[in-house]
């Protein structure tokens, strides 16, 4: 049975960082491709963050120089450090692990708030 388990949310003011990990179990982490996506309140779910199996990255430009994702295929943890947090960055914070089919984690909540 495939198990993405977020963790590491929580409430943070605007400025602060947080680290969102994700933990795999049920495939072989190494073989796929892992992203961070988020769904603000009202808002469609989007793409934040993307790491290859070959380690590429991609960020959506309302991140890109305040997240970093990083993985550790010795842990199948994938990790997304989060720096210089604005308001508009609150939203549930998902993991996905893709290559021929999808699987998503249960989410968990980051709060941007002062």
């Known amino acids: 049975q495939v198990q993405l388990v977020e963790s590491g949310g929580g409430l943070v003011q605007p400025g602060g960082s947080l680290r969102l990990s994700c933990a795999a179990s049920?495939?072989?982490?190494?073989?796929?491709?892992m992203a961070w996506y988020r769904q603000a309140p009202g808002k469609e779910r989007e793409s934040v963050a993307i790491?290859?199996?070959?380690?590429?990255?991609n960020y959506a430009d309302s991140v890109k120089g305040r997240f970093v994702i990083s993985g550790d295929n010795a842990k199948s943890t994938v990790y997304l450090q989060m720096n210089n947090l604005k308001l508009e960055d609150t939203a549930v914070y998902y993991c996905?692990?893709?290559?021929?089919?999808?699987?998503w984690g249960k989410g968990t909540l980051v709060t941007v708030s002062s």
């Open positions: 790491i290859t199996r070959d380690g590429s990255t």
């Open positions: 996905k692990a893709y290559r021929f089919v999808h699987y």
């Open positions: 049920g495939i072989i982490f190494s073989s796929y491709n």
